[in-house]
């Protein structure tokens, strides 16, 4: 299966500040995911990153808060913007490689807003 | 609405008896499903599938059972082991698309 580097594995911002998380796989893959994962919560999905066009966004997240760039097959980034404490948060990058194929993921992003 | 459903929160269970999660679901276009393990600073580890023509899957210490008419899986672990301790998730995709559908999660708990 693919290995997932996600970077950094977590970080202390302010308020107000964005922060950008890289996300990057051994393998070209077909589809790239990034969840979240707030405290005792299940894993809720931002977007698919698709390569070379806008990304999906699932609704109640949109571009401007969460920007997401996926330049070639294997690698993505996501950012998250003007931050608030409500966005403390893991972030996960996830690929999948095919139908009736698991997804993988990266070991997160642990993000902390003050 | 939950399409994907894990109705108990948590679940101790002795060490070296069998551990069994539960999941329910809702959507009949739903033909394939997943077992993941997460631990608290890592991302979720893929443990175990099944496609919707089989109703039994195994590997090693874990078996998925899915039981179509009931909308439900399970997931056994004998004999449970003090590292089964985690949060384990259970989640559903239809064959066109490829998006996971996921559950609440249920704390396992292995007691020494």
């Known amino acids: 299966s693919a290995v997932i580097s996600q970077k950094p594995s977590r970080d202390i911002c302010q308020r107000g500040t964005s922060l950008t998380i890289q996300c990057q796989v051994d393998?070209?893959?077909?589809?790239m995911f990034w969840y979240r994962q707030q405290p005792g919560q299940s894993l809720t999905l931002i977007a698919t990153?698709?390569?070379?066009?806008?990304?999906?966004?699932e609704s109640g997240f949109v571009i401007d808060k969460f920007p997401i760039s996926r330049p070639n097959l294997t690698f993505s980034t996501l950012t998250v913007s003007n931050m608030s404490p409500e966005d403390s948060s893991i972030y996960l990058c996830?690929?999948?490689?095919?139908?009736?194929?698991?997804?993988?993921f990266g070991d997160g992003t642990r993000l902390s807003i003050l | 609405d939950q399409q994907v459903k894990q109705n108990s929160p948590s679940l101790s269970v002795q060490e070296g008896r069998i551990s069994i999660l539960n999941c329910d679901y809702t959507?009949?276009?739903?033909?394939?499903f997943l077992w993941y393990k997460k631990y608290p600073a890592e991302g979720p580890t893929f443990l175990i599938s099944?496609?919707?023509i089989k109703d039994k899957n195994e590997d090693g210490r874990f078996t998925v059972f899915l039981n179509k008419s009931a909308k439900h899986l399970s997931l056994h672990i004998v004999p449970s082991q003090p590292g089964d301790s985690a949060v384990y998730f259970c989640?559903?995709?239809?064959?066109?698309?490829?998006?996971?559908?996921w559950g609440a999660g249920t704390k396992l708990i292995i007691k020494p």
């Open positions: 996830s690929v999948r490689e095919g139908l009736n194929q698991p997804q993988h």
């Open positions: 393998s070209q893959v077909t589809m």
């Open positions: 990153a698709n390569q070379g066009s806008e990304a999906t966004y």
């Open positions: 959507n009949s276009m739903f033909d394939y």
């Open positions: 099944i496609s919707s």
């Open positions: 989640a559903a995709s239809a064959q066109s698309n490829y998006q996971l559908i």
